[in-house]
């Protein structure tokens, strides 16, 4: 089974940097997918990892630890439109494509 | 370029009555298609996948089925809807052997 894990809330300052964690216990691995969800809204793509390291997309950035079964979401520059829910997923093994999700981040980027 | 469309944007329904959710995918051809429900409080939560027409997989064992009688048309079905069903249903596609998958905008199911 999969086991994914992320902090329940977060709040951040516009102009700031904030990370938002993500563990995950899997019976096999092969990819972790970042979304952005804004509220009553569907998630939107951000970002896929399956090598160790960082990738970088713009004010975006994400980490992966496969060792570690960690990943984080690196956001930059903050905005008030980055007020929304984070989502990291896991691609295990079995299945096509499918992915199991954590139940999100909701980060709150105050003024 | 790709788009997904899902239907009806809201829907309120009474205990017991049926269901019937449309999603349809176009400017592509066999992409994978899922069904997704996201519950208050609750993380997204995959019902169903199907990687070509007529062929469905079951995630999740409950009262919801799912056909896909065309390559680009996934439908989301009960016959008799429970309390617990009301949630945000949300159809996703991606490519064959890629897997970031685009979500289209939702159902909001209310069950009374």
């Known amino acids: 089974g999969q086991n994914i894990d992320q902090p329940t809330e977060m709040t951040a300052t516009e102009g700031a940097i904030v990370q938002i964690n993500c563990t995950y216990q899997t019976s096999g691995f092969n990819g972790l997918f970042w979304y952005q969800q804004h509220a009553g809204e569907a998630p939107t793509f951000l970002s896929y990892n399956v090598l160790d390291g960082l990738e970088e997309k713009g004010r975006f950035s994400s980490f992966l630890s496969r060792s570690k079964g960690y990943s984080y979401l690196l956001l930059k520059e903050l905005q008030m439109k980055d007020s929304a829910s984070y989502l990291c997923?896991?691609?295990?093994?079995?299945?096509?494509?499918?992915?199991?999700f954590g139940k999100g981040t909701m980060l709150l980027v105050s003024p | 370029s790709q788009t997904i469309h899902q239907w009806p944007a809201t829907l309120v329904q009474p205990v017991g009555s049926p269901l019937s959710l449309e999603c349809t995918v176009e400017?592509?051809?066999?992409?994978?298609l899922y069904w997704y429900r996201q519950a208050a409080g609750r993380g997204l939560q995959l019902l169903f996948y199907?990687?070509?027409?007529?062929?469905i997989s079951s995630e999740v064992p409950q009262n919801l089925s799912a056909s896909r009688p065309q390559d680009r048309q996934f439908i989301l079905s009960s016959k008799k809807l429970l309390l617990s069903d009301s949630g945000f249903y949300l159809c996703?596609?991606?490519?064959?052997?890629?897997?970031?998958?685009?979500f289209g905008p939702g159902t909001r199911l209310t069950v009374t």
């Open positions: 996703a596609w991606s490519l064959a052997g890629l897997w970031e998958q685009y």
């Open positions: 997923a896991v691609r295990g093994h079995s299945g096509y494509s499918t992915l199991t």
């Open positions: 199907s990687v070509g027409i007529g062929q």
């Open positions: 400017g592509t051809s066999n992409p994978n």
